[in-house]
């Protein structure tokens, strides 16, 4: 069984390896690709890179005419960035750096939360109890892994009870198309 299980964990990375772009490009895919990876304990979607080439895309992404960034800086900004959490991390690797990002990690519970936000960009305790017959504890654990991970914001002026907004779904949500009297409505 465990040899088995390697083994697919090894084809599982091959598989993310090379389509790793249309993973990323598709959320619902991604959401679903990403609780089955999780389930088996693999994080394929984990992107090494050295600290050399983050160096170069930073600068061809910067321009001509913007200060220039050194890899100490880069180095500095990502030690930094662990007080957000286990996004990014440096893994000393001879003389040199290997700099990994880790997408934060979703089971079946946060996805399917996602998903009944999707429509509207946020989600309440109310509606996930109601819609998913869930316990309340169950609807805030949740809801609270998703705002430590920065992946929904909290909106405690909402009318009734607090809204919990998922920015993520933003873009989805303002690129369909919307008739002039919902754009109406939509502006105080």
């Given at each position: 069984m465990s040899k088995q299980l390697d083994m697919f964990r090894t084809n599982l990375e091959e598989f993310a390896s090379k389509h790793k772009q249309e993973i990323r490009k598709n959320p619902e895919f991604r959401v679903q690709f990403q609780d089955m990876c999780a389930t088996i304990g693999v994080d394929p979607l984990a992107c090494l890179i050295t600290l050399e080439?983050?160096?170069?895309?930073?600068?061809?992404?910067?321009?001509?005419?913007?200060?220039?960034?050194?890899?100490?800086?880069?180095?500095?900004?990502?030690?930094?960035?662990?007080?957000?959490?286990?996004?990014?991390?440096?893994?000393?690797?001879?003389?040199?750096?290997?700099?990994?990002?880790?997408?934060?990690?979703?089971n079946m519970d946060h996805t399917v939360v996602l998903q009944l936000a999707e429509k509207k960009g946020y989600v309440t305790v109310s509606e996930i109890r109601s819609s998913l017959k869930w316990e309340m504890e169950r609807a805030k654990q949740v809801l609270e892994h998703l705002l430590k991970e920065g992946m929904a914001w909290l909106d405690m002026q909402a009318a009734g009870e607090p809204q919990y907004w998922l920015p993520a779904l933003f873009t989805e949500l303002y690129s369909q198309e919307i008739t002039p009297e919902e754009a109406k409505e939509a502006i105080p």
């Open positions: 080439e983050l160096h170069q895309q930073v600068l061809k992404g910067r321009g001509k005419f913007a200060q220039d960034v050194s890899q100490d800086d880069l180095l500095r900004a990502i030690k930094k960035l662990k007080v957000l959490g286990s996004g990014f991390g440096i893994i000393p690797v001879g003389g040199t750096y290997l700099v990994q990002s880790v997408p934060a990690e979703l």
